[in-house]
């Protein structure tokens, strides 16, 4: 199936420092999730965006649907040990039935 | 209740073993999914059910046999694996896609079931 391009794929960042991430895709969503896995465990929901140019924040969390409708972003601010973890994008059109097309990843470490 | 759970929680079997995954949900959603994940990478899609029928199957071999016994049940039966199928099994939940339900449009996870074919 379709796979979103994420990038950075990896990001080593001191405690305190905001992090930027985002994802692209060559088709069109109407819907754009962001999730966070920890190890051993599935992925959490972190941020759901429903319209192009949506800015939803929640907590230290930041998330934005592109105005092509191909892209999306998510922004940590202040990060904390707990961060650490493997964070996905995720699209959604609902023409395409149950179809949700992943992103490859970005795996966040968090240096005390 | 929101959650999505998953058992067991970590398995090991031998290639000639017959065993199961389940996963329960009672969130009200119709659409159940199966997803296969290795370490550092993106869930893949094996297997998704919509009103307990199936109705994506993304090319998964015949080893894997799932299974919808009602709306809030999922299984995964598993014969005849090999050491490569060793992952985390991922079963996820989420409304039906459609105009009303557009907002609604979010999986939801459980923890999984690693397992581990020897």
């Known amino acids: 199936g379709q796979q979103l391009n994420q990038s950075p794929q990896s990001m080593f960042i001191q405690e305190g420092e905001d992090v930027s991430m985002n994802c692209t895709s060559s088709s069109i969503f109407n819907t754009w999730l962001w999730y966070k896995q920890e190890p051993g465990e599935g992925p959490v929901l972190l941020i759901a965006?429903?319209?192009?140019?949506e800015l939803t924040s929640n907590g230290r969390l930041t998330a934005q649907f592109g105005i092509t409708r191909k892209d999306s972003f998510l922004n940590i601010s202040a990060s904390i040990p707990s961060d650490v973890g493997i964070y996905f994008c995720?699209?959604?059109?609902?023409?395409?039935?149950?179809?949700?097309?992943f992103g490859t990843g970005t795996s966040l470490t968090v240096i005390p | 209740d929101t959650e999505v759970t998953q058992t067991p929680k970590h398995l090991v079997m031998g290639m000639t073993n017959k065993k199961s995954l389940k996963c329960e949900q009672h969130m009200g959603h119709r659409a159940m999914y199966w997803y296969k994940q290795k370490a550092k990478k993106p869930p893949e899609l094996m297997f998704v059910y919509s009103y307990e029928k199936l109705s994506i199957n993304e090319s998964v071999p015949s080893r894997f046999s799932p299974e919808c016994p009602n709306s809030s049940l999922l299984n995964l039966h598993l014969h005849a694996l090999q050491p490569e199928d060793s992952a985390l099994y991922l079963c996820?939940?989420?409304?039906?896609?459609?105009?009303?339900?557009?907002?609604?449009?979010?999986?939801?996870f459980g923890a999984g079931s690693r397992l581990t074919v020897l």
């Open positions: 965006l429903y319209k192009a140019g």
């Open positions: 996820a939940s989420s409304q039906l896609p459609g105009p009303l339900f557009s907002r609604a449009n979010v999986l939801t």
């Open positions: 995720a699209g959604h059109y609902s023409n395409t039935g149950n179809q949700f097309y």
